[in-house]
């Protein structure tokens, strides 16, 4: 018996290949034998438009996964819900809440579009799965689920809170990510790593009687990071040995130029256009 191929597509990236729509965002197109999932669907049209420059057909998405709600990673479930006439929907609840970021005392809305959340509402129920334990979805694909904070490094990585005064620190509770097992290991798709990638990447291990991380590919929230964190996170990769590292999104260009200086052979930054065969 053949083992199953599974092939990851980066749809939207801060960064993308030629012919391809740049966004602020993340959304990957991840095929097995049997699933088609859409991680995350970018902020705005570019899952869309990417797709189609890409010969993805989103119409056959059964399963979407929102790894939080921020605008970035939900702008387009209206969209692609409408397209995807069948697909399941898995997501923390808290997704929908109310947040912001703060800076310089000005607030900025990170919620959930209005389009999206109507969206989810006129799904049928038995389509609409509110994921806060671990999930299996199928023999070797599954969600965390909510994510323990573990590490005394590792915060959510930005101003984040449920008020637009800032007054309630955002916890970022519906943070979750998706690992697929592969004869070689795990593959760890992440949206932000808002729990942390070391408190993410030892929860999917737990899960997994402590399989091998074969491949991480996310965005890893380290563009706020300092030299501490960063240098912990690092020292904590080393211990973890994935075999390839694929920051995306969010990591910061500091961030991936230390990631690909201390892992040169492993560390290759993503971009919307690359594939990624297992």
Known sequence: MQPETTRITVLVDNQAEAGLMVAHGFALWIETAHRHILFDTGEGVACEKNSWT???????T??????????????????CLSLA?????????????????LRDNMAKSL?????????IDKLPAKRVHWVQHPLVLTETIGLTG????????????????LDPKGQRPDPINDDLAL??????????CV???????????????????GLRIRAVISGFHLLNADESRLAQTIAALRLIAPEQLIPCHCTGEWAVSQLCQAFPKTCCPGMSGRTYTF
């Open 54 to 60: 890409l010969g993805v057909d989103l119409t056959t």
């Open 62 to 79: 059964d399963t979407l996964v929102l790894s939080h709600g921020h605008n970035d990673h939900t702008g387009g479930v209206s969209r």
């Open 85 to 101: 006439g069948q697909a399941e929907l898995y997501c923390h609840p808290g997704a929908v809440l109310p947040r912001f970021s």
């Open 111 to 119: 919620q959930m579009p209005r389009e999206a959340m109507r969206a």
């Open 146 to 161: 909510p994510i323990p904070r573990e590490t005394d490094f590792e915060d959510t990585g930005g101003p984040f809170f």
């Open 179 to 188: 690992w697929i097992r592969t004869d070689q290991g795990l593959i760890v």
């Open 191 to 209: 949206g932000c790593a808002h729990a942390g990638l070391i408190n993410t990447l030892h929860h999917v291990q737990r899960l997994n009687q």
